[in-house]
């Protein structure tokens, strides 16, 4: 019995052993053909779909030494993108390019640097051509009265309205209301309206809470 029992382990191990033979080619094929295309979507300039190649990468190597490599190109690329977007004027490709090379390599914001120093300088030539929808862009600040905050199709026109000039010029926004949860509900549909405009421009945006105080919000342009 023992040695009928001993038998059909061996059998069990080499059929398990034979089939993780007949995948490992499988795999590397598999890897070498991801790699492929990586090169390929890159070298064509179609980086949106090279992306997508190197996430598919990282799932079926995820401890190639090489992965950090194809991420770095990867993130040129972009930047390159955006610097001939931003040389012939179209700011919001040079903007999403300068948000796709970030997110791949969040730990070196040094790369992504010279590209954003160059958007801002751009943005800054853009407003002073840009009208103001609501804001004073000669004033110190300027003051928005919001509708009341139930009237949620009048609120969002005028976010919209506000988010265009908080990224043309730069603005700094204060909100003021009576209660917090008002503050954080306005910055958050403000924030998502920004998100829309610009995704690289992180808007500073605080809150100033008083008993009785009319829902508006302050805007503080740019020195710059």
């Known amino acids: 019995m023992k040695s009928f029992a001993s038998s059909c382990l061996a059998v069990i191990a080499a ?11 499988s795999a590397v094929a598999e890897r070498d053909n991801a790699v492929v295309q990586f090169e390929a979507h890159l070298a064509a300039g179609q980086l949106s779909a090279a992306e ?13 030494s090489h992965l950090p490599q194809y991420q ?38 040094a790369l992504t640097s010279g590209l954003d120093t160059m958007l801002v300088q751009a943005g800054v ?35 919209a309205a506000v988010a265009a000039d908080v990224v043309n ?3 700094a926004v204060r909100i003021d209301v009576t209660r917090a949860e ?3 509900h306005l910055a958050a549909l403000l924030e998502a309206q920004i998100e829309r405009l610009d995704p ?12 009785g105080q009319k829902p508006q919000l302050v805007l503080t342009p740019s020195a710059g």
């Open 200 to 211: 690289a421009f992180e808007a500073s945006i605080g809150q100033a809470i008083g008993p």
């Open 72 to 109: 770095r190109r990867l993130a040129d690329a972009y930047l390159q993108q955006g610097q001939r977007a931003l040389q012939s004027g179209d700011l919001d490709t040079a903007t999403q390019a300068l948000s796709r090379a970030r997110s791949l390599m969040p730990a070196a914001p």
């Open 125 to 159: 030539e853009q407003n002073r051509k840009t009208p103001a929808r609501l804001i004073d862009p000669g004033a110190a600040s300027s003051v928005i009265v919001l509708p009341p905050l139930q009237d949620h199709e009048r609120l969002n026109d005028v976010l």
């Open 15 to 25: 059929s398990l052993l034979l089939a993780a033979c007949q995948q490992l080619p």
């Open 182 to 184: 008002d503050g954080d």
């Open 52 to 64: 997508a190649q190197l996430a598919q990468l990282q799932q079926l190597a995820a401890g190639d």
């Open 169 to 171: 010029f730069r603005c």
